[in-house]
T-cell receptor, first 113, second 115 residues
Framework: GQNIDQPTEMTATEGAIVQINCTYQ??????LFWYQQHAGEAPTFLSY????GLEEKGRFSSFLSRSKGYSYLLLKELQMKDSASYLC??????????????FGKGTMLLVSP | NAGVTQTPKFRVLKTGQSMTLLCAQD?????MYWYRQDPGMGLRLIHY???????AKGEVPDGYNVSRLKKQNFLLGLESAAPSQTSVYFC??????????????FGPGTRLTVL
């Protein structure tokens, strides 16, 4: 099975940097994904990590340590529009050729002026 | 290119009624998924499909049925709705390259209330 933990809520100030952590305990691993979900909208893909290390994409970066079962999403130069829920998801290895995502419960980030 | 679309956007049902939610994608994706999202529970996989005519159970399949008669469509059915099925339902689709980078693209969601 999969167990994914992330903080329920975080607050930060516009212009600051925030790090959202995700820890996972899984029976298999084939990648870790981060999604952003604004209130009342669909999740949208932000980043993924397969190998250990940091992946950078503009203001967003994601880090993975497979040995520690740990990932974080780093958001720099925070903007008001970054207020959203951030979902961590682990991809299981293919089972009979199929591979699905298991999502954490999400971290609600509130950015204040 | 509309991506993933879902109909209807909102629906209110009485306990015991049935309904079908429709998901359509125009990206020629092999995989399609149905999730439900409840406060404090995150996204949970109901059923998924790895190709036309093939479906499989996810984490919370009880009370739901699905069909994938055409590659671009994935239907979710509730035969006898219960208040516990009040939720927001999301459909998603992805390529099936087998690589970890098969990103899932989500539809806008259907907000269902069962009274």
């Amino acid at each position: 099975g999969q167990n994914i933990d992330q903080p329920t809520e975080m607050t930060a100030t516009e212009g600051a940097i925030v790090q959202i952590n995700c820890t996972y305990q899984t029976s298999g691993f084939n990648g870790l994904f981060w999604y952003q979900q604004h209130a009342g909208e669909a999740p949208t893909f932000l980043s993924y990590n397969v190998l250990d290390g940091l992946e950078e994409k503009g203001r967003f970066s994601s880090f993975l340590s497979r040995s520690k079962g740990y990932s974080y999403l780093l958001l720099k130069e925070l903007q008001m529009k970054d207020s959203a829920s951030y979902l961590c998801a682990v991809k299981a290895p293919p089972n009979s050729g199929y591979s699905t995502l298991t999502f954490g419960k999400g971290t609600m980030l509130l950015v204040s002026p | 290119n509309a991506g993933v679309t879902q109909t209807p956007k909102f629906r209110v049902l009485k306990t015991g009624q049935s309904m079908t939610l429709l998901c359509a994608q125009d990206m020629n994706h092999e995989y399609m998924y149905w999730y439900r999202q409840d406060p404090g529970m995150g996204l949970r996989l109901i059923h998924y499909s790895v190709g036309e005519g093939t479906t499989a159970k996810g984490e919370v399949p009880d009370g739901y049925n699905v069909s994938r008669l055409k590659k671009q469509n994935f239907l979710l059915g509730l035969e006898s709705a219960a208040p516990s099925q009040t939720s927001v339902y999301f459909c998603a689709s992805s390529y099936a390259t087998g690589l970890p980078t098969d990103t899932q693209y989500f539809g806008p969601g259907t907000r269902l209330t069962v009274l």
